[in-house]
């Protein structure tokens, strides 16, 4: 394996036997739970080393090694379903776990996927939220309210970034120092203004490993879609390793490896 970092990407898990159509155009979001079990034993039976994203981070900066067999385990949007169907999983084999949340609609339903005819499932609340960082997962900021930062005006790009780690940072009372892009939108002006917020680290859809050659604010992940038997997860896990299109990587940035 390269030494490199796994970031997956998993969206909403949960019992998912059939996909509707609008839910098909869309696969790479949903993961099966008896599925995610699977992939979550196998990791955990050979000994692939599950990092947090604050130790990923380290890695990138070159401040620690990266292990063989590197993976982290990140969930975008919050959904209340990740407290009722992954994080049990997660906490059987106390792997970390990062979860993106969308700071100005906690407790509301997702309701960006109305327009192209999805179900709008429910939010992680505030409450809930403290309950599972008691508990041990972290969260980042995922925007304010789930728009493509790339096509956002500067000052509501601002406003997406920053309020949300305010609004997160205020909910949790500790530094949010993690982003993902919505979408994976993002260009050279949008990683600036995360940034500026004062985000570490932050997290694309460009797949591939992440490694200390990667700028920290535009980390690749691999999804793992629907249709990912655990062959598949292993596939993604071993291969693909390089990104199609080069990352955008901050003007100032320079590796560390
Ligand atoms: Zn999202």
Redesign the pocket.
């Known amino acids: 394996m390269t030494q490199g970092i796994s970031i997956l990407m998993y969206?909403q898990v949960g019992p998912f036997r059939h996909l509707t159509a609008p839910m098909k155009a869309h696969r790479s979001t949903y993961c099966r739970v008896d599925r995610f079990a699977d992939q979550m034993a196998w990791l955990h039976r050979f000994d692939y080393r599950v990092l947090s994203m604050d130790e990923v981070l380290a890695c990138v900066r070159g401040e620690r090694p990266v292990p063989a067999r590197a993976v982290a385990l990140t969930f975008?949007?919050g959904y209340e379903s990740f407290h009722e169907h992954a994080w049990p999983i997660l906490q059987r084999y106390g792997f970390p776990a990062m979860v993106?949340l969308?700071a100005g609609m906690l407790g509301e339903s997702s309701s960006w996927f109305a327009r192209d005819g999805r179900d709008t499932p429910p939010l992680m609340s505030a409450a809930r939220i403290r309950q599972l960082r008691r508990e041990g997962c972290d969260f980042g900021a995922?925007s304010m309210t789930?728009v493509r930062l790339a096509e956002q005006s500067a000052a509501r790009m601002r406003a997406e970034v920053g309020d949300s780690k305010a609004r997160l940072e205020d909910v949790l009372g500790e530094r949010v120092q993690h982003f993902?892009y919505?979408?994976g939108s993002h260009d050279a002006r949008t990683v600036d203004a995360v940034s500026a917020a004062g985000y570490a680290c932050a997290a694309t859809c460009v797949r591939a490993t992440a490694t200390p050659a990667d700028d920290p604010l535009t980390l690749p992940r691999k999804a793992v879609s629907h249709g990912d038997s655990l062959l598949g997860v292993l596939w993604k896990l071993h291969m693909k390793n390089e990104a199609k299109t080069p990352s955008i990587r901050r003007a100032a940035f320079r590796p560390t490896g």
Do not use: A, I, K, R
């Open positions: 969206h975008d949007d993106y969308v995922h789930h993902c919505p979408y």
